[in-house]
């Protein structure tokens, strides 16, 4: 089943910058306005390490599940990872609604601060929930021979409270995408190469 990446947010800016990096990929939807109308199976959370949903999306994700849902991920966040989550991991986890029946936890920050330096969280948080993802689809179809997962949603990851530029955010989202959804992994052959694509993402952008 194909998979089809949902990009929204309520940001001009930022839908303007997907558009200019992501272009017009048919594996991408790309749109203005409120996440919680798309009808997707899975929705991406960029929280911070600790699970506390106190702004966002997070916080509207947990309105939507009456008020449970940041327990829950703060429980799941303790027992696996003893109380705080990486930025460059993410977790999976069901949200008990009908849509979006589950939610990738992906943290873009530590905790929930602007962000002045230059950093890589927007690529780290969207390639780990792309990869958790991956993960969970290659599970249900080894367990049950097929999976109805067709649809994920981003926001602008690291682009609400860690206030990160909404181009940086998006080619950071977009190197991630080419990586794990088209496969187009670089070679990390050398510490020079390494570094020079660590710079590549860190450079101010605007569109």
């Known amino acids: 089943m194909p998979l089809t990446v949902h990009l929204r ?7 303007k910058s997907w558009q200019a990096f ?3 990929n048919p594996k991408v939807d790309i749109s203005e306005g409120n996440i919680f109308e798309l009808d997707v199976a899975v929705i991406v959370s960029p929280a911070n390490s600790f699970g506390i949903m106190e702004g966002g999306l997070a916080e509207q994700l947990n309105k939507l599940c009456e008020g449970q849902f940041e327990s829950r991920v703060r429980k799941l966040i303790q027992d696996k990872f003893a109380g705080e989550l990486p930025v460059g991991s993410a977790e999976i986890i069901t949200t008990k609604l009908d849509k979006p029946r589950l939610a990738i936890i992906a943290p873009t920050t530590r905790v929930p601060i602007r962000m002045t330096n230059a950093n890589v969280n927007s690529y780290l948080a969207t390639r780990a929930a792309l990869r958790t993802l991956a993960a969970y689809i290659r599970q249900e179809r080894d367990e049950k021979g097929a999976t109805d997962i067709d ?3 981003f926001a602008g990851m690291g682009a609400g409270t860690a206030k990160n530029a909404p181009a940086v955010v998006a ?10 959804v088209l496969g187009q992994e670089p070679n990390f ?3 020079e190469a390494a ?3 660590d710079a590549e993402l860190r450079k101010s952008r605007y569109i």
């Open 9 to 15: 947010d309520q940001n001009p800016e930022m839908v």
């Open 22 to 24: 992501f272009g017009r």
């Open 151 to 153: 649809s994920i949603a």
């Open 171 to 180: 080619f950071q989202m977009y190197e991630a995408f080419c990586q794990i």
């Open 189 to 191: 052959a050398t510490i």
């Open 195 to 197: 570094t020079a694509h």
